[in-house]
């Protein structure tokens, strides 16, 4: 199992940017797939954006062109940058390590950050 910290979550205005970081430790980095989920209130923990361990990146409808996943291996780090900010974005996200083929959805993750709060405010 890796372990993995959020950061970078706070209020921001509509249209305004921000980005997200986690830092993992306990096991080979390039060995796993990472994704970013969110979850808000009284809704599911939805995909929002992932980075195989080769480099290939799959990103939901909701945020195509504005958010961007990134991952730097010599820092065992992964990046969410998220751009035109949308009240809808507001949600706990989520940073998730996995091995699975499939990397688009939850169930193929196998270690779990504690959350960040980004909150989109018009």
């Known amino acids: 199992q890796v372990q993995l910290v959020e950061s970078g979550g706070g209020g921001v205005q509509a249209g305004g940017s921000l980005s997200l970081s986690c830092a993992t430790s306990?096991?080979?980095?390039?060995?796993?797939?990472m994704g970013w989920f969110r979850q808000a209130p009284g809704k599911e923990r939805e995909f929002v954006a992932a980075?195989?361990?080769?480099?290939?990146?799959y990103a939901a409808i909701s945020v195509r062109g504005r958010f961007a996943i990134s991952r730097d291996n010599s820092k065992n780090t992964v990046f969410l940058q998220m751009n035109s900010l949308k009240p809808e974005d507001t949600a706990v996200y989520y940073c998730?390590?996995?091995?699975?083929?499939?990397?688009?959805?939850?169930?193929?993750?196998?270690?779990w950050g504690q959350g960040t709060q980004v909150t989109v405010s018009s």
């Open positions: 980075i195989s361990r080769t480099g290939v990146t």
């Open positions: 306990g096991r080979t980095f390039t060995d796993y797939n």
């Open positions: 998730a390590a996995g091995r699975q083929p499939i990397i688009t959805t939850e169930r193929s993750y196998e270690s």
